[in-house]
């Protein structure tokens, strides 16, 4: 298994990346609670503490035998063979009105994970209305990536436990494992320990996530399915089996392996401008696909930020520019960004030089900003009544 150590998190930045973990307390992976709740499946590795980019302890090195869900193994076989047959039927069979409509759906879909699931639920980056809350259940029910309230719970944990055994899609697993590998098989136990750990209790307070979560299954049959296939056969009178594998099969897959290719490829390829300690890069290509969702070493180091990314050169955002229309519409509010000076002080930092901040003779390379920083690295902004997540 290839290694990478966070040594430095943003709250604390203390290394370099992919340096040796800190050496010194070997405790660990002897821990009697991990073996005996996982003593069929974990090797008993020696290892060492290491941080997770929140600054958590975590142990690392305990490797499971990978119990593969073969269920789960089938149905993405399936989609993904269907979704090539629509891509087939989208040249040789699909109306203009079709593509285009399937194409809408995505994007849809994808707001509803960046700007519902993502930027609104999981790190509460700005306030919504509820009809933008509704509007934003009902992207993120047609994108199909488990309901509002599993997906953000799952998200603090990747942030809190990043690239660790307990992030869910831990991409020191490999690509493979981070884009749909870790849907696969069956979580690894760290994922569920350390996940219980993670505060999720104001999410069902609101009673969109309540009851999309409660009456989850029919609602995507209708979302997801009924209606990507029936719209376009009633209006425009496309065949329905064209209709079904080109906007509701195709589409879906393509959403779900960009969505994918954030926890993949932005874990992977890219500039480190803000933090060089953590893996979560700068990734232009997957921030375009995504909507915006690919300048994640910004976002791993400042979750909370509804822009999840600094603009300027940084600027391939839709997500950001359609919550700032609905601002203006006065749906959205609140919405919480980084002081300029705090980002200078961490990029002149920690960050690999990229940035054109780096390059700056500045006051702010000092570490006496490192308490007020901290605050903008929490993975939910703090307000009154929180608990730290
Ligand atoms: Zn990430
Ligand atoms: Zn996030």
């Known amino acids: 298994m290839k290694t990478r150590y966070h040594a430095r998190s943003p709250n604390t930045m203390s290394a370099t990346k992919n340096a040796t973990a800190p050496s010194g307390s070997a405790k660990l992976v002897d821990d009697p609670a991990v073996i005996s709740e996982n003593g069929k499946y974990y090797k008993n590795k020696q290892s060492s503490p290491k941080k997770t980019d929140a600054g958590y302890s975590v142990d690392d090195e305990v490797q499971p035998a990978v119990e593969i869900v073969w269920k789960n193994v089938l149905i993405y076989i399936y989609l993904h ?185 932005a874990h992977m390829w890219g500039n480190h401008p803000y933090d060089k300690g953590i893996n979560p890069a700068e990734n232009r290509f997957v921030a375009f696909l995504s909507i915006g969702e690919g300048w994640h070493n910004y976002h791993h180091v400042f979750p909370w930020d509804y822009k999840a990314s600094e603009l300027g050169k940084f600027s391939i955002n839709p997500t950001k520019a359609i919550i700032d229309f609905f601002a203006w519409l006065g749906l959205a509010y609140d919405l919480k960004s980084v002081p300029e000076r705090i980002i200078r002080n961490r990029v002149q930092r920690t960050g690999d030089g990229t940035h054109p901040f780096a390059l700056e003779d500045s006051p702010y390379a000092f570490d006496d900003m490192e308490f007020e920083e901290a605050q903008f690295c929490e993975i939910i902004p703090k307000e009154k009544g929180d608990k730290k997540l």
């Open 81 to 265: 063979g269907a979704a090539l047959y629509g891509f087939y039927l989208c040249f040789t069979a699909a109306k203009l009105a079709t593509l285009l409509w399937a194409y809408v759906l995505v994007v849809f879909g994808e707001f509803g994970i960046t700007a519902g699931a993502h930027r609104l639920w999981a790190h509460r980056c700005y306030k919504a209305k509820l009809p933008l809350r509704v509007f934003l259940a009902v992207g993120q029910t047609l994108a199909l990536q488990n309901d509002i309230y599993v997906w953000s719970r799952d998200h603090r944990v990747h942030h809190k436990f990043s690239e660790t055994n307990a992030d869910p899609h831990n991409a020191n697993r490999g690509f493979f494992f981070s884009h749909v590998g870790w849907l696969l098989c069956k979580k690894h136990p760290d994922v569920i320990r350390r996940g219980k750990t993670v505060d999720v209790n104001d999410l069902l307070q609101d009673p969109v996530v309540f009851y999309q979560r409660k009456f989850y299954l029919p609602l995507i049959l209708i979302t997801c399915v009924v209606m990507p296939t029936v719209v376009p056969w009633y209006y425009w009178g496309e065949s329905l089996t064209t209709a079904f594998f080109v906007a509701s099969i195709f589409r879906y897959v393509i959403t779900l392996n960009v969505t994918w290719l954030v926890n993949s490829a």
